[in-house]
């Protein structure tokens, strides 16, 4: 892919930061050119230039999945610039809080959630995917998460979340068929970024008692087994891919040893 007009191009969700600025440094690395989004425009400039210096075309522009308005600028402004989409990652999205269901006081947590996880990823993924339809080429990447397989006391809602990415995934995967798309969904368990940060809404001991004792999953990881997904040939689609740390096992068990 080394020739421009063949490179293909890649929309990043998310990007400002873990995963999503970590898929979008390997894509580049691996001959993509890149669209990113997120809320924040700071860390998504500083990831444009460090994209630029890799040689690589970038767009990137301001997104915010839970708002109609912005996701529709975001993707016509992308298509616009770049003139297709290759490879779709919805990986914006967030975890707020760990309140049982009877202790929460308001559903503001819940809506936020929902509304980033759930409805932000479908808005994208309708906005794109007619595209990747026309140009008879395409591969959607959802980040679900272990949470979608294995629910947790306090994680109702987040966990809901990633169940319906799950249902979502499986849902569209079926209604593709047919079209040259892939549909793939890569489900990390404990990845150390500023998930729990954001969760724990900047309490540095909460967020880093999560990762205590064990060697966790980094952003670089997940972004590798993403990178692998996409650059599989044309008519492999890895469907799920479930990826823990070795200490971690499945339904809340964690081996904490250091
Ligand atoms: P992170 O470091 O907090 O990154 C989340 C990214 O999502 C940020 O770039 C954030 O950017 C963006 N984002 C949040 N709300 C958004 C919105 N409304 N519109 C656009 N962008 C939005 O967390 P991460 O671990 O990389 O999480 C990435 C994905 O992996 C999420 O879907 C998460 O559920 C999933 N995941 C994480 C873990 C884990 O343990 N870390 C495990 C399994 C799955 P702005 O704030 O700038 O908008």
Not at 169 to 174: E, F, N, P
Not at 220 to 235: K, P, W, Y
């Amino acid at each position: 892919m080394t020739d421009k007009s063949q490179r293909r191009i890649a929309m990043v969700t998310g990007a400002s930061g873990g995963i999503g600025r970590e898929t979008a440094l390997q894509l580049a690395d691996a001959g993509y050119d890149l669209i990113i989004g997120s809320r924040r425009p700071e860390p998504l400039q500083e990831l444009d230039l460090a994209l630029q210096n890799k040689g690589v075309r970038v767009h990137a522009a301001t997104l915010d999945v839970t708002d109609k308005k912005s996701a529709v600028a975001f993707v016509s402004g992308a298509l616009a610039a770049m003139g297709r989409i290759d490879v779709l990652v919805n990986n914006a999205g967030l975890a707020r809080g760990v309140t049982r269901i009877a202790e929460q006081q308001d559903e503001d947590e819940w809506q936020e959630m929902l509304d980033t996880n759930v409805m932000g990823l479908l808005r994208i993924t309708r906005l794109v995917v007619p595209h990747m339809i026309e140009q008879r080429y395409g591969h959607v990447v959802n980040l679900g998460s272990t949470a979608g397989h294995d629910p947790y006391a306090g994680g109702s809602v987040y966990c809901a979340t990633k169940f319906g990415v799950r249902a979502i995934t499986s849902a569209l995967r079926q209604e593709l068929l047919g079209h040259p798309i892939r549909v793939t969904s890569v489900d990390p368990g404990m990845v150390e970024t500023d998930f729990s940060r954001v969760r724990y809404r900047g309490d540095e001991d909460k967020a880093s008692a999560v990762y205590a004792g064990l060697v966790p999953l980094s952003a670089a990881d997940v972004a590798d087994v993403i990178v692998f997904a996409v650059t599989r040939a044309d008519h492999v689609n890895l469907d799920t891919i479930v990826m823990r740390p070795r200490e971690q096992g499945p339904f809340g068990q964690v081996h904490r040893s250091l």
